[in-house]
């Protein structure tokens, strides 16, 4: 009976970032901090489709983190604002899938605290180790 | 010559050391040909598996090879299997399927130009074992095409119910070498032929869908004509008929790149209902409307396979009008035709 | 179901409108004369036609599905004709979806409305019975089935209803243009948002194992994309389109095709999934699908309250954001 088990998962996590929210000396920080990371480049996360961070999820990344502007501050005056409901929207139909919609998760950036991608990415392999995945 | 119902399931697990079994089970609502890893799965009680035997020679997706710069490694050879429990209907379907498979003379004259190699390889090594129908279903009409709920058209052995036996009707060498193998499993005494009557008889009896075969060879007359607009009303071009037909065999084969200079080619099932199953390059479809798409299937069934054949390409088997979401009926479209002829 | 009276008026109706040219054609249900419990969507021209529309507890395609674009014959329209439809509370709501969504024009259409007393499913008859159904028919409580060994049946009507439409909080169609009387016998109502969260409520790797195992049956036939009324892409679907230089998206039949194929599906429909049910009810392999349109629909109403199809100007949420967010509070 096919079950969860079939599509196993790795530790990697990778990060969808607008080319806004992380940028140039911030950029480098969080890949010299976490060189396990895959950083990947929007121009906005609103551009993001989510059915690219499904698949990625069924074909055994571990966990996915998308990275945006600050609420009312978007670059681009509000792609933020519709990545935020429709990462919503893909984690509910995940669950429905059973897909576990904690590995995929949206975090802005906070201007006034600027480690909240590095406590979101940390926790991100904390959940992954208590799920036991491996390499 | 007959073998008690007990001995027949235990004569199939110690089959499945030295083959891989098939066999309906039970998976939820419904029933399927699945590989039998427990032999108390096998579900002999539910009258039509969902997914049609073909399945087991003709998957659904298959591996044809992979490269790898500038080595080319086949799928593996398949092993040897046992199609167990398949009804009158699939191993009808399955001898269908040979006609446009297999490179053998053609009714109309020619010789089928290519043998499918993965087809044949599959089909060499098969040995399918088919049961009698003992009762039908609503949408059952094997006795409308050429073939009954006991006919061992397309079966290598057909097991007959007869109280807490099985008599055996053998008609093929791959049957009778599998039966002087398992000498001691079987014993002799019964009337197969006459089982079989009884069966077919008592089956016979409870069928209630018709399909008018008389006018088959005849619709190419109704070509132009707008009646398939009416017949294929309400038709969502899903393709579930085609994909469930036991004797449908449209396949797309496709190159997938894996890696830098790697590929795999596969093949897999294929719909003439899809909507962009004939779309040129050009952007032009020749059968951009549900009417020519229906038209097409009904013509490839009841015309063209004849033609070329000489025989139907349908097993009266029921799942197109059963499964189809818009309640389309295959009887309701025959008659429809027959009177516009 | 109707009483006979309500559809001696409903024939009339319609045959007067074609009559007078009002209407071009009229899409309803009719039935299959050798399927029992089947019907079939119909498009009636003359008024000797109109008299093979029936309308009943086997009614359940949503017709709504062919009027968005589907190659589906409609007969020419002449200036200021219409073309009629019947609607059922679920069907109705995908219809106004599709108008606020611009893909169908309500001002051609004159639209019936019925006030559906739940539907029954088939084949949940069928798995109770030792043979299968000759014929069957039915008197608002109880179903009378002759089955094909000569043996009879009566059935508890209550026992046999889709277990969604027990749940369903629109027994009645909305904004129609003529709503046919309701005289026919409730059937019991659930509330289904309770019964959500009761479902909710097992835990995650319960809910996971069912459905995955469930799924795992899909052989990508895509009768569940076809049925739907949301999906209308037609010859641009993403699916018809593996041929990419590096195709992205299989349609082989591994665990994880068929889950990103549902993902793209219920993921298009996540705020415009009316959870009609047609998706499961196509499925040859009886995949239980309402479990999902129905968490969406719970997701759809408890975060943003809202519930799609109950208005022709609505914009679904994923293609709005409140201020109060963008402000963080």
């Known amino acids: 009976m096919p079950s969860i088990e079939d599509l196993p998962i790795k530790r990697k996590i990778i990060v969808f970032h607008c080319e806004s929210a992380l940028k140039g000396k911030d950029l480098e920080n969080h890949k010299d901090k976490f060189p396990e990371v895959g950083f990947v480049k929007l121009s906005c996360t609103g551009r993001l489709n989510p059915v690219v961070a499904f698949k990625a999820l069924v074909e055994g990344v571990g966990a996915i983190i998308i990275y945006g502007c600050p609420l009312n501050d978007c670059h681009n005056f509000d792609g933020n604002m519709f990545a935020k409901r429709r990462v919503f929207a893909a ?39 208590s799920m036991g995945v491996e390499a | ?48 598996t969902a997914t049609p035997a073909k399945e087991a020679v003709f998957p659904q997706t298959e591996l044809i090879y992979k490269v790898e710069s500038d080595k080319v490694h086949q799928a593996d050879a398949s092993k040897p299997a046992i199609l167990f429990g398949v009804r009158p209907c699939d191993a009808r379907g399955i001898q269908v399927l040979d006609n446009f498979f297999l490179a053998r003379d053609r009714k109309d004259g020619g010789k089928q130009p290519f043998e499918d190699p993965y087809w044949k390889e599959k089909r060499d090594k098969t040995l399918i074992i088919a049961i009698a129908c003992e009762k039908p279903l609503s949408t059952c009409a094997c006795s409308s095409l050429g073939i009954h709920p006991a006919s061992e058209a397309g079966s290598d052995i ?26 001691s499993m079987f014993e002799d005494g019964g009337d197969a032929k006459a089982a079989q009557e009884k069966v077919k008889k008592a089956c016979e009896s409870m069928m209630i869908f018709k399909l008018d075969t008389s006018k088959a060879g005849q619709y190419m007359k109704l070509y132009e004509s707008p009646i398939w607009q009416k017949v294929s009303q309400g038709c969502i071009s899903c393709g579930v008929c085609t994909f469930f037909c036991p004797t449908c065999h449209c396949f797309e084969m496709r190159d997938r790149k894996t890696g830098a200079v790697s590929c795999d080619r596969d093949k897999c099932w ?62 309701e479209t025959l008659k429809t035709l027959g009177g516009a002829l | 179901m109707m009483t006979e009276k309500t559809l001696a008026y409903f024939r009339k109706i319609v045959k007067e409108a074609i009559k007078s040219g009002k209407i071009a054609g009229f899409l309803g249900w009719r039935e299959v004369a050798d399927m029992p419990g089947k019907t079939r969507a119909f498009v009636a021209t003359t008024p000797e036609e109109v008299d093979l529309l029936v309308f009943n507890s086997f009614s359940r395609e949503n017709l709504s ?33 599709n108008v606020a969504e611009n893909k169908v024009d309500r001002d051609n259409l004159w639209v019936i409305g019925v006030k559906c007393p739940g539907t029954i499913d088939i084949d949940l008859v069928r798995s109770g019975l030792d043979s299968d159904i000759k014929n069957i028919t039915d008197d608002g409580t109880t179903l009378h089935v002759e089955m094909l060994d000569g043996k009879k049946a009566d059935l508890v009507k209550s026992d046999y209803y889709d277990p969604r439409c027990l749940r369903c909080p629109y027994t009645s169609a909305l904004e129609v243009d003529e709503l046919l009387p309701d005289d026919m016998p409730k059937k019991p109502t659930k509330n289904w948002e309770k019964w959500m969260e009761s479902y ?42 593996p041929k990419l230089p590096e195709p992205y998206l299989q349609k082989g039949t591994s665990l994880a095709s068929i889950l990103t194929y549902h993902f793209i599906h219920y993921f298009h429909l996540s705020d415009r999934c009316t959870n009609c049910g047609e998706c499961a009810r196509a499925c040859p392999e009886s995949i239980p699908l309402n479990l999902i349109t129905e968490q969406l629909g719970y997701m759809t109403k408890t975060t943003w309250d809202f519930e799609p199809g109950t208005s022709d100007k609505a914009k679904t949420p994923l293609a709005l954001y409140k201020v109060e967010e963008v402000l963080g509070r």
């Open chain 2, 270 to 331: 294929d719909s003439c209902h899809f909507t962009v199953y004939s779309l040129e390059a050009s952007g032009h479809n020749p059968r951009p409307d549900v009417a020519a798409r229906y038209r097409n299937k009904i013509l490839d069934k009841y015309q063209y396979h004849m033609t070329l054949y000489g025989e139907i390409a349908c097993t009266g088997c029921g799942r197109c009008s059963d499964l189809c979401p818009s309640g389309i009926s295959l009887s």
């Open chain 1, 91 to 129: 984690q509910s139909v995940a669950e429905a899938l059973g897909v576990d919609p904690e590995r995929l998760s949206y975090v802005q950036k906070d201007p006034l605290d600027y480690g909240v991608l590095t406590r979101e990415i940390s926790a991100m392999k904390r959940k992954l180790d």
């Open chain 2, 158 to 183: 057909l097991l007959v119910p007869e109280g807490d036996s099985y008599q055996l009707v053998v008609s093929t060498e791959k049957g009778k070498a599998f039966i002087e193998a398992n000498k």
């Open chain 3, 65 to 97: 599905r062919l009027l968005g674009g589907k190659t589906f014959y409609i007969p020419e329209l002449k200036k200021g004709q219409k073309f009629g439809v019947m609607v059922k509370g679920c069907d109705s709501r995908n219809l106004l979806a």
């Open chain 2, 1 to 48: 010559m007959k073998i008690k119902k007990e001995k027949m399931l235990s004569l199939i697990d110690e089959s499945r050391k030295t083959h891989v079994v098939y066999a309906p089970q039970k998976n939820g609502a419904v029933t399927n040909f699945k590989k039998v890893e427990d032999i108390k799965s096998i579900d002999l009680k539910t009258v039509r």
């Open chain 3, 200 to 241: 909710l409520q097992k835990p995650f790797e319960e809910r996971r194992a069912y459905i995955i195992s469930q799924l795992s049956r899909c052989t990508m036939c895509f009768a569940c994309r076809d049925a739907c009324p949301g999906c209308y892409c037609n010859t641009n679907c993403i699916m018809d389109y």
